[in-house]
């Protein structure tokens, strides 16, 4: 019983952290175009994403938590089995595990589909964010009293050059096309053009008189 119990905090360990690396991930391009397509889950992991803070607080909640106390049942019961011995023997077996089972793999498989992981465990995020719901009302009062600060608006992006990244992500994706790609990075780019680089200084200007031939205008056009 004490066994499975490790096992199902690594269990929960695992996903949560997947689920943390899967948030980061997320392409935000492709799941506003999935939401449209009427997706259930994905309507639901939008609706979410609409606090990110407390998403990611009850991911590190529940991962932190889940990993201590495995942690600490597994040393706990080595030791009432092994004595002193079982001190070194938990931290050779725990050490693989959180550095490689429960840190490397869940990233990595949930950073190669981050939509389509995160939309099947959203369920799960959403009934865990509901019942860690008084932490996170403490943690707005403490927010709001202790480290009261100003509020700044939120920005969609951090620059043109994350613009840029989310738009060649979102083409690999098939979310946006390559003519669509290529638009939305001239419009960036465009702020970075000064007046000097498209137009022609006065004094290079060719002008006409209103009594110029057309033979004249083609010849000095020319």
Same mark, same amino acid.
């Given at each position: 019983?004490i066994?499975? =119990?490790?096992?199902?905090?690594?269990?929960?360990? &695992?996903l &949560?952290?997947?689920?943390?690396?899967?948030?980061?991930?997320?392409?935000?391009v492709?799941?506003?175009?999935r939401a449209?397509? $009427?997706d259930? $889950?994905? *309507? *639901?992991?939008?609706?979410? /994403?609409?606090?990110?803070?407390?998403l990611?607080?009850?991911?590190?909640?529940v991962?932190?938590?889940?990993?201590?106390?495995?942690l600490i049942?597994?040393?706990?019961?080595?030791?009432?089995?092994? $004595?002193? =011995?079982g001190y070194?023997?938990?931290?050779?077996i725990?050490?693989?595990?959180? /550095?490689f089972?429960?840190?490397?793999?869940?990233k990595?498989?949930?950073?190669?589909?981050?939509?389509r992981?995160?939309v099947?465990?959203?369920?799960?995020?959403?009934?865990?964010?509901? =019942?860690?719901?008084?932490?996170?009302?403490?943690?707005? &009062?403490?927010?709001?009293?202790?480290?009261?600060?100003?509020?700044?608006?939120?920005?969609?992006?951090a620059g *043109?050059?994350?613009?840029?990244m989310i738009?060649?992500?979102?083409e690999?994706?098939g979310a946006?096309?390559?003519?669509e790609?290529?638009m939305?990075?001239?419009?960036?780019?465009?702020?970075?053009?000064?007046? *000097?680089?498209?137009?022609?200084?006065?004094?290079?200007t060719v002008?006409?008189?209103?009594d110029?031939?057309? $033979?004249?205008?083609?010849?000095?056009?020319e």
């Amino acid at each position: 019983m004490i066994w499975l =119990l490790v096992a199902f905090c690594w269990i929960i360990s &695992f996903l &949560f952290a997947g689920i943390e690396a899967g948030l980061l991930a997320l392409d935000p391009v492709r799941l506003r175009h999935r939401a449209k397509s $009427g997706d259930r $889950g994905v *309507r *639901r992991l939008q609706e979410m /994403l609409k606090e990110p803070d407390r998403l990611l607080i009850t991911v590190l909640l529940v991962t932190n938590a889940a990993d201590i106390t495995a942690l600490i049942i597994l040393t706990h019961e080595l030791v009432l089995r092994l $004595g002193w =011995l079982g001190y070194p023997i938990a931290v050779a077996i725990a050490l693989p595990v959180y /550095l490689f089972l429960l840190g490397v793999l869940p990233k990595s498989l949930f950073r190669r589909f981050p939509l389509r992981a995160v939309v099947r465990l959203s369920g799960l995020l959403e009934l865990t964010t509901k =019942l860690l719901w008084p932490l996170h009302a403490i943690g707005a &009062f403490i927010e709001r009293t202790v480290f009261a600060r100003a509020k700044n608006p939120p920005r969609l992006f951090a620059g *043109r050059e994350e613009l840029k990244m989310i738009t060649v992500q979102s083409e690999e994706s098939g979310a946006l096309s390559p003519t669509e790609r290529a638009m939305i990075h001239n419009v960036v780019d465009f702020t970075s053009i000064k007046v *000097r680089d498209v137009m022609v200084p006065l004094e290079k200007t060719v002008s006409f008189n209103p009594d110029d031939s057309p $033979g004249k205008v083609l010849e000095t056009s020319e």
